[in-house]
């Protein structure tokens, strides 16, 4: 039987607008700032961090002893916000490093990986653009997609954390965007493939489509992955509610040799939205939906618009 200890949890999250409180005039952080309509101050931020702490402190604890070992995030700001995350008392013994790298984004905001490094080695990481124009024929600027290279129990391990183009402006309207994003992705997979055919691969992020959308199913085709939450989505679970619509954008997908059962080898376990109760709201017509940082420019004092979600590897 399994040791719990011997499960590695793997984690994404979409943190909801991870901003500091300081005016940075390169990016679009003018709603974050404390004289803003947000009121974005010190005491809001810091209690953002605090609950943001819990949660990544308590992912997968039901099925293992061990914190997370590598957690990527999206909606993050710069390095001083990772630096204040993992020195909060929840996440202070865990040790955390985190990988960033700033983007061009417009609204500065960012994806990132954080993992423990007496687990997680790291040995590269890197960023990959996404292409896009506007109806201008000018670049429209988008988050990089960032590439971890590492070994997990011993293992070459390769990370992919995506936070692909948002819906705000149709889903029809908007598809090549992320289409543009799922082609990079499968660049990068098939290089990773090249350089070494034994390489496991884990794409992870907030994609802004759900796991049967043309995006994902291409990611899942022409680079051979396989997306637990295709099953785990269902219309009463999802990791963000929309119009009372449960959908999935949140996903972690991973090479299928993470089912080849050889010595010692890490071998896919698990699948989950993480939705423990008190990450929803307690009452109300929004009962059971994520309980927000904001609705609007009205703030609630909650975690995210999203749960978090994870897979679970054990060697086999």
């Known amino acids: ?47 953002k961090i605090m609950k943001l702490s819990i949660v990544i402190s308590q992912i997968g604890k039901a099925q293992s002893k061990l914190a997370p070992a590598i957690i990527g995030l999206a909606e993050v700001e710069n390095k001083k916000v990772l630096s204040d995350l993992v020195k909060s008392k929840n996440l202070l013994n865990e040790n955390y490093k985190y990988v960033h790298y700033d983007s061009l984004d417009e609204r500065g905001i960012n994806v990132a990986l954080l993992y423990n490094p007496d687990v997680f080695k790291v040995d590269h990481s890197e960023t990959f653009s996404v292409y896009l124009e ?10 990089d997609i960032l590439l971890v290279k590492g070994q997990l129990h011993n293992e070459n391990l390769c990370i992919l954390v995506n936070h692909w183009s948002s819906r705000r402006e149709g889903v029809i309207e908007t598809e090549f965007k992320r289409l543009a994003a799922a082609k990079v992705v499968n660049s990068v997979i098939s290089e990773l493939k090249n350089e070494n055919p034994d390489n496991k691969i884990i794409v992870m992020g907030d994609f802004n489509d759900n796991p049967n959308d043309r995006t994902m199913l291409l990611l899942e085709k022409r680079s051979d992955l396989y997306n637990p939450f295709k099953t785990v989505w269902s219309p009463s679970n999802g990791s963000l509610n929309h119009n009372f619509q449960w959908n999935n954008f949140d ?66």
Do not use: C
């Open 251 to 316: 996903q972690i997908l991973f090479s299928t040799n993470f089912f080849e059962v050889t010595d010692n080898a890490l071998t896919f376990y698990d699948g989950e939205v993480f939705n423990n109760k008190f990450l929803t709201q307690y009452h109300g017509k929004y009962q059971g939906q994520p309980f927000r940082t904001y609705v609007g420019k009205k703030y609630q004092g909650g975690y995210s618009d999203h749960f978090p979600v994870f897979i679970q590897l054990k060697p086999s």
């Open 1 to 47: 039987m399994i040791s719990n200890s011997e499960i590695y949890t793997i984690a994404f999250y979409n943190v909801e607008n991870l901003f500091d409180t300081k005016n940075d005039p390169l990016i679009h952080d003018d709603d974050f700032l404390p004289n803003s309509a947000k009121r974005w101050t010190t005491k809001r931020y810091l209690n």
């Open 134 to 143: 506007n109806n201008k024929s000018q670049q429209d600027y988008t988050r």
